[in-house]
């Protein structure tokens, strides 16, 4: 029997892939399985804050990540789980002003250089090595998950290793203790934070957009920073000329220095990470799982590395090695990023065997316990309403059964979607599937 805590780490691999990496960090990460038993599956979280949050925004997600995985209908509960430590992003303020921004594994040792960052990674490279000297501020730009903060992050790192005084943050963060200093009175112990360092590090600053407070703050701190030739490093998901609503002063600030942009990796960039990520796994992947993940990601770091994990946790939880097969299996109920996938017959009965978890040889079999049974009604109601096969057509497909039967299959399902909310939700989940 898979336990309660492996079937969670295999549903976190798949949270990770569907939901954005700010939320996994901050709700997803140290939550832990805790229970699985007679249709219950509860999530143990770090805190009352965070099993609120769960419960009102991802509950429904959850639900269909654990039932794909289990292949049972399942009541989720979000429960806090006593005596675990509770991750800096939950924590209080106060407590989270004592604590550093930086995150330790984003070094320049474990960033894979290639054409679509080399430039990037180079005056990365500089500011860390040389700060307030060159390429100030250091302006990083490109889309969501492609390394933007894995950079800006690694130069806080290696300046701090060097005894350089170093300030990581969002620009969240900066904006919450913005507002928490001036509600609590302490601004100049804000100033004082923000201002004395050697380094000023802020990630993502087009969420200040629209926040015209924030702006000036932010730039009287750059001002000061600069004129005292501290270095400055800003990502941001565009360039400085598109953040039109920035406050003027600001927006020439960021725009004076260097502005480099990270792309989205190449093929052999993006097997560089794969494999660099499994042997951070000591995990032993045959080729031909790290190209087709390669193929199936082309869009971002973040895509790739979450698919890799999802098909790491989806091998542990079926104690089976991460085979081609294997990883096809895991990775296909997400279809091709951003694209839907076409529903056909034989797409809709392959939706229906994994939701269900159950073989395409026991859906055309004459099996009849009650999992196949439903599942071979719901495959004939689903393919009779999203497509034109016929009767008969649909008869062979399903093992040879003639037309009534196949007649009967999809008026019985079409009667019970009225009176049964789990039968509908079951449809509707596996019709999310095809969805881009």
């Known amino acids: ?18 939901i954005s990496k700010a939320n996994f960090e901050a709700w997803l990460r140290d939550t832990v399985g805790l229970s699985h038993q007679g249709g219950q599956f509860i999530v143990g979280t770090p805190s009352a804050f965070a099993q609120e949050w769960l419960e009102k925004r991802l509950r429904s997600l959850v639900t269909k990540v654990l039932m794909s995985i289990t292949g049972e209908e399942l009541q989720v509960q979000f429960q806090v789980c006593l005596g675990r430590e509770p ?3 939950l924590r209080d303020s106060a407590a989270s002003r004592l604590l550093p921004m930086i995150n330790p594994q984003h ?3 474990n960033f894979v250089v290639g054409a679509s ?24 730009h490109g889309q969501p998950g492609v390394g933007k903060t894995h950079l800006a992050h690694a130069i806080a790192n290696d300046a701090s290793e060097n005894g350089i005084r170093v300030v990581c943050a969002s620009s969240e963060q900066f904006t919450n203790e913005f507002v928490n200093s001036l509600k609590e009175r302490r601004i100049d112990e804000f100033r004082a934070k923000f201002r004395n360092t050697d380094l000023l590090v802020i990630d ?19 001002n000061e920073l600069h004129d005292a030739n501290c270095q400055l490093v800003v ?12 406050e003027t002063g600001l927006w020439s600030r960021l725009g004076s220095g260097l502005v480099t942009e990270v792309e989205a990796p190449d093929l052999n960039t993006r097997l560089a990470i794969l494999r660099a990520r499994a042997a951070q796994l000591q995990a032993v992947i045959d080729d031909a799982v790290f190209e087709y993940i390669a193929q199936r990601c082309q869009r971002n770091v973040r895509e790739l590395e979450s698919s890799l994990n999802l098909v790491m946790a989806y091998a542990k939880l079926m104690r089976q090695n991460p085979t081609l097969q294997l990883a096809q299996q895991a990775l296909h109920s997400l279809g091709t990023p951003g694209e839907p996938k076409a529903i056909t017959p034989a797409s809709i009965l392959a939706a229906v065997a994994e939701h269900f978890q159950v073989s395409l040889d026991a859906l055309k079999s004459r099996q009849r316990n009650h999992k196949v049974a439903l599942a071979r009604h719901i495959a004939i109601y689903l393919v009779r309403e999203k497509t034109n096969c016929g009767l008969q057509d649909l008869g062979r497909l399903l093992g040879g059964r ?6 009967r299959g999809h008026q019985k399902i079409a009667g019970m979607i009225p009176s049964n909310p789990n039968l509908r939700k079951s449809i509707d989940e596996i019709l999310a599937t095809f969805a881009g």
């Open 402 to 407: 003639d037309h009534s039967t196949v007649l």
């Open 1 to 18: 029997m898979r336990t309660a805590k492996e079937t969670w780490e295999a549903a976190k691999g798949a949270l990770q892939v569907q």
């Open 235 to 246: 990502t941001s998901d565009r360039t400085p000329a598109s953040l039109a609503s920035v």
């Open 107 to 109: 070094t320049f040792d």
């Open 117 to 140: 960052n080399r430039l990037a990674f180079a005056a990365a490279m500089a500011a860390a090595e040389g700060p307030g000297r060159g390429h100030n501020p250091l302006f990083i």
């Open 87 to 89: 991750s800096s992003s």
């Open 204 to 222: 993502d600053i087009q969420f200040i957009v629209g926040k015209p407070q924030t702006q000036e703050t932010l730039f009287h701190t750059f």
